[in-house]
């Protein structure tokens, strides 16, 4: 028995065969006060159904798998209204454990093919039955038929559901040497009248009476003293527990379960300094591995560790494979570990599980409660080295997977909070690796892609970003919000194919929320865009007709598709867009120009196919304070090719007014006196007067004085009364800005008055 267990767990096992007692002339009904003698004089029985049952991985590929299996069926037979089976792969949930062993293992053993081993837990907790079926007893070695297997698993469960006691016929299936196949209704009996019994009813007084008994006809059998003790103990008659107990001592000194019991008995008297004395003083003339053992749990009882340890190695010393001492050494080392864990020493930890490792080296156990410490204290990679080895020698251990699993988990989170994204995300799906049903991870795995996307989104690293919503969206396909970020991330990006695609399915699975349908549009909107500047005239007017049937009202969308049209030469349909634009919004500046630009753009290819009357029509239905410069230019100049003298001249005059420098209108100018001039149409004259007085000025503003000069002495010749008023005018003019001839173009001025 582990230390540990000397103040927690109380743990019985039914005693090695004896003779039965002689057979009554005429059979009981039951032997109901038989079945707590071997459970401390106290009704021990299963409170709940079904009774859980965990079954060894060994034994369910032996070949008594069916007989153990019969066994609890022949029980759930015979009391169908009261037993209950039970199987469970978790041995921690199991109310009986069935195993294989070996009897020379076990200290004490009830028959000679099986055990069953009584273990008391806290009042909460009940009790644990650990059954135990041995290859080997009494010094015989042989495969067991089915008929023996079925008889030994029949016993072994009778004790385990209640009947913890022999009956004392031999026909009975709890007889000590028992070769029934079937529970007899004495068994049944029996059992039926213990599940009608109040746990709390007295039977320490019967069994007490029974095994006192059995003392007086057997003196010397050593059973019987223990069993007696035991029942005392439970009595809480510690005097007489004790005199049984050292009555077992002197018939065998070396037998371990009455030294243990005889142990807890001086612990409940207050006798431990005492028995110490006595137990050293016992060593000192007589060293023995049991004494050291012994010795070395009472002083693990004083709390006085370091002297327990170096007890429990000297039993070693002189026995190394002494059980107890052995598995009492290693928990006191685990102890000191855990204790130098919570001081955050780890390298005296790390010595102390050493130790423990070196005793039992394959000690999956061991390596689990390691990582537990380490994990205890935030030592996560420590602890995953730990639970990773205890994995590696045994896999299917589901309690340590989970446990591993959360180290990867709490791992994770300590990660995450230092924003190291990547190795947190390791971490999750390590814990996922191990339990793929951990929710708790797959959550906060799903948690560190969104905060590593949005940390690569910050910092403008989008592919990265990407990366990490793509990976949210395998966990969570369905995931709305991150696929539209997802979406933006590629609109960002310029893949406007992928953000389209993104939105698309937010947009089908969420068509009525504005933000989605917002998404959509915009991520229509930039792919048109982009269509228009590659001259993917077609593909950008799909994509405008497409998010103009989500929304058939947005002007900006149709202003776009306008520019689609015109970049395509489909002007009617760019005529019908803007017209649409216009009837919902007249004073849209963005649709005005664009209705310029179109009236621009064909009045341009006009004028190149030489049609100027059409090209004029288009420029002059631009709204005249919409115009600009060159359209007043381009106008006059339409109007020169028609042979619109005036008008032509008109217009060069407005585009003076505003660039008096302007090279193109000057030209063109040019150009009009030029064609005057070739004409010998005397109707023109008085047109030619008024070119050759706005060249005069064009060139004095150009500070071309002497060529304005002569321009005007040309004007001059062909004047006429009613022209004196411009030719005063534009005279004056000249004469205000040529110092050098103003005097004598002031004389021909003067020549022009009345």
């Not at 913890?164 to 031999?170: D, K, L, Q």
């Amino acid at each position: 028995m582990s230390p540990k267990t000397l103040s927690l767990i109380v743990t019985f096992t039914l005693i090695a065969m004896v003779s039965p007692g002689p057979t009554p002339a005429a059979p009981d009904a039951d032997y109901f006060n038989h079945i707590t003698l071997f459970s401390d004089g106290r009704i021990t029985r299963f409170t709940e159904m079904p009774i859980r049952v965990y079954i060894s991985p060994i034994l369910k590929e032996s070949p008594y798998l069916a007989e153990l299996r019969y066994a609890m069926n022949e029980w759930e037979t015979a009391a169908p209204e009261t037993i209950r089976f039970e199987e469970t792969a978790v041995p921690e949930q199991a109310d009986i454990r069935v195993s294989w062993g070996h009897s020379s293992l076990m200290d004490i053993q009830d028959t000679r093919l099986g055990s069953a081993e009584l273990t008391r837990l806290n009042a909460a907790q009940g009790f644990k039955v650990e059954v135990i079926l041995m290859l080997e007893g009494n010094g015989t070695i042989g495969e067991l038929s089915q008929e023996e297997m079925r008889t030994v698993c029949l016993h072994e469960f009778g004790h385990a559901i209640g009947l913890w006691g022999h009956s004392p016929h031999p026909a009975d299936i709890n007889y000590p040497t028992a070769t029934a196949q079937h529970p007899t209704g004495r068994d049944i009996a029996t059992l039926l009248k213990l599940y009608a019994t109040p746990l709390d009813t007295p039977q320490h007084d019967i069994a007490i009476e029974l095994l006192k008994a059995e003392v007086a006809r057997k003196p010397r059998n050593l059973r019987e003293h223990y069993l007696l003790g035991a029942v005392y103990f439970d009595k809480g008659d510690m005097a007489a527990a004790i005199d049984c107990f050292q009555t077992c001592r002197k018939l065998d000194a070396n037998f371990q379960p009455a030294i243990e019991r005889l142990l807890q008995a001086y612990q409940e008297t207050g006798q431990a300094p005492a028995a110490i004395t006595l137990l050293e003083k016992r060593i000192s003339q007589k060293p023995s591995p049991a004494g050291y053992n012994t010795l070395g749990i009472f002083y693990y009882g004083q709390k006085e560790n370091e002297r327990a340890m170096r007890a429990f190695e000297n039993a070693l010393e002189m026995a190394p494979h002494h059980k107890a001492a052995r598995r009492n050494l290693h928990q006191l080392l685990r102890e000191k570990a855990f204790s130098a864990l919570a001081d955050k020493n780890f390298a005296a930890a790390t010595a102390a599980f050493e130790k423990a490792l070196r005793i039992k080296p394959l000690d999956t156990t061991t390596y689990h409660l390691m990582g537990n410490g380490y994990a205890q204290v935030g030592e996560f990679e420590k602890a995953i080295a730990y639970y990773e080895k205890a994995r590696e020698m045994n896999p299917i251990d589901a309690v340590m997977r989970r446990d591993l699993a959360q180290c990867y988990n709490n791992y994770g989170v300590a990660l995450r909070n230092r924003k190291q994204w990547d190795a947190a995300i390791r971490a999750y799906r390590n814990a996922l690796n191990v339990m793929p049903t951990f929710g708790l991870a797959r959550s906060n795995l799903i948690d560190a892609l969104w905060q590593k996307g949005r940390a690569y989104r910050e910092a403008g690293e989008l592919d990265t970003a990407i990366n990490a919503y793509q990976e949210v969206l395998k966990l969570q396909p369905n995931d709305m919000q991150g696929r539209s970020l997802l979406g933006e991330l590629y609109l960002k990006k310029g893949d406007y194919t992928a953000a389209l695609a993104a939105f698309r399915q937010v947009y089908t699975a969420m068509p009525n929320a504005e933000w989605v349908q917002h998404n959509l549009i915009a991520a229509y909107h930039h792919a048109a865009r982009s269509c228009i500047q590659q001259e993917r005239y077609d593909v950008a007017i799909q994509h405008l007709t497409a998010a103009l049937r989500i929304v058939p009202t947005d002007l900006n969308l149709r202003l776009s598709l306008v520019h689609a049209y015109q970049g395509a030469g489909d002007d009617k349909r760019a005529d019908a867009e803007l017209s649409r634009v216009l009837a919902q919004e007249p004073h849209n500046p963005q649709a005005k120009a664009a209705l310029m630009n179109l009236h621009i753009r064909r009045g341009n290819k006009l004028m190149q196919q030489r049609n100027y009357a059409a090209a004029l029509n288009e420029f002059e239905a631009i709204l005249e304070d919409d115009r600009d410069i060159h359209i007043d230019n381009t106008i006059a100049y339409l109007y020169l090719m028609q042979g619109e003298f005036m008008k032509a001249l008109t217009g060069f005059e407005k585009v003076f007014q505003r660039d008096r420098l302007n090279m193109p209108a000057f030209r063109n100018l040019l150009s009009l006196e030029s064609q005057l001039v070739r004409r010998s149409d005397k109707s023109k004259a008085d047109t030619l007067v008024r070119v050759r007085c706005a060249v005069a000025i064009c060139l004095m503003h150009r500070k071309q004085l002497d060529a304005a000069m002569k321009k005007y002495a040309l004007a001059l010749k062909g004047k006429r009364e009613p022209l004196h008023a411009l030719l005063i005018e534009t005279g004056r003019e000249l004469a205000q800005h040529d110092a050098r001839n103003r005097e004598e173009i002031l004389q021909w001025v003067e020549t022009l008055k009345p």
